[in-house]
């Protein structure tokens, strides 16, 4: 993205009253560190005159960390940009699909990065990729995170997604489950990982969601559902709402989901095409059929458009495999985990009664 793209992207955001008290932009999708530092420079010190007197702006970058450096750990440590690192494991088990051109592994270089990250004082979490290799390793899979003194981690699996049109998780949820609730019992010993997924639940458990309005009615927050709570701008300043995966992909029913470019209209332009009017639509009644038919509703907020696209073939569908295996699994897990323990500690407590 050139920095004329960057500066248009963020000013639109003025333009049409967007900005809220707080900001995050993510640097996502390939590698982002294939730019120079000097680039990001640039594209901050952009967006902060564009953005900077209307609220606070912060910055997330993932990254395969093969590329870390000392320079990059300044640039972060400067900009206090949040670091995410896509790391799934093990040697083995992350060399299995992420390979160089030349077909070699690049976890040593991924290893090198993490301790550069380290020794800079730059906190950082990890994102895996979950595959059926690991259900099979739960046990080597906490125990690299755990060695590592990684303590975030997030759980993602190859999703049915554009030319990728199925999930090796297909016909492995048994084994998904059991390795969710193997990821329960390792943060009940004391491991120290924190798992996303699980946080979430917990959260979820604890806490009433927040909750928005829409046309007399209420529902529970869900940015993918939401026009414009998540903004996704192309290198080419093409730009779409809901699911960031949605942009640039092509489709049959829709033509695409882009809804206008930065450099010839706002995003609120955008939101008056009749392509935006039947996406919307279509998102909207898979909301209405998630609140129908799931018990996880309430803390769900309607599931992932994308994924209702990609693996139901229509984004007014219901239930995914995303659904299950990043909501509904983690949550029933969590949720039994707490209610064995309240169960324990009456019976418990009973006993102790009646000594």
């Known amino acids: 993205m050139d920095i004329a793209t960057v500066r248009m992207s963020a000013r639109r ?3 049409d009253d967007l900005v809220g008290p707080e900001i995050t932009v993510v640097w996502h999708a390939g590698e982002p560190l294939t730019l120079r530092p000097s680039y990001y420079q640039e594209a901050f010190e952009v967006i902060d005159e564009e953005l900077g007197s209307r609220c606070a702006v912060s910055h997330s970058i993932q990254t395969n960390a093969t590329l870390i450096s000392t320079a990059w750990c300044e640039f972060f440590a400067k900009h206090r940009v949040r670091v995410g690192v896509s790391v799934d494991g093990p040697a083995d088990l992350h060399d299995a699909h992420r390979r160089t051109r030349g077909g070699r592994g690049t976890h040593a270089k991924v290893l090198e990065g993490m301790r550069c990250l380290r020794a800079h004082g730059i906190d950082f979490h990890a994102i895996a990729v979950v595959t059926p290799a690991t259900f099979a390793r739960a046990d080597a899979f906490v125990n690299f995170f755990a060695a590592e ?3 975030e981690v997030g759980c993602n699996y190859d ?3 554009g030319v990728h049109a199925s999930s090796s998780v297909t016909g492995h949820e048994a084994e ?3 390795f969710v609730a193997h990821l329960v019992r390792a943060a009940e010993a004391g491991s120290g990982v924190n798992f996303r997924e699980l946080m979430q639940a917990r959260r979820l458990i604890a806490e009433d969601a927040p909750r928005y309005s829409w046309n007399g009615r209420d529902f529970p927050e869900n940015t993918q559902v939401m026009p ?5 701008v192309a290198h080419s300043g093409e730009f779409s709402t809901f699911s960031p995966e949605l942009l640039g992909q092509p489709s049959a ?7 206008g470019n930065v450099a010839q209209t706002g995003y609120l332009a955008g939101a008056q095409s009749e392509r935006f009017r039947q996406v919307w639509g279509a998102i909207s009644r898979g ?3 998630c609140e129908a038919t799931c018990a996880h509703f309430n803390f769900c907020g309607g599931g992932a458009p994308a994924n209702k696209l990609y693996e139901n073939g229509s984004l007014d569908s219901s239930e995914t495999l995303y659904c299950r295996t990043m909501i509904k699994r983690p949550f029933d897990a ?7 323990a309240h169960v324990a500690s009456l019976e418990d407590a009973a006993t102790k009664a009646l000594q």
């Open 176 to 178: 998904h489950d059991a």
């Open 149 to 151: 003194g990684i303590r």
């Open 228 to 232: 414009f709570a998540l903004l996704s």
């Open 159 to 161: 999703e049915a997604e």
């Open 253 to 259: 029913e829709f033509g695409s989901f882009s809804f």
């Open 13 to 15: 955001l003025v333009e």
């Open 334 to 340: 969590v949720l039994a985990s707490l209610e064995a």
């Open 287 to 289: 909301v209405l059929a």
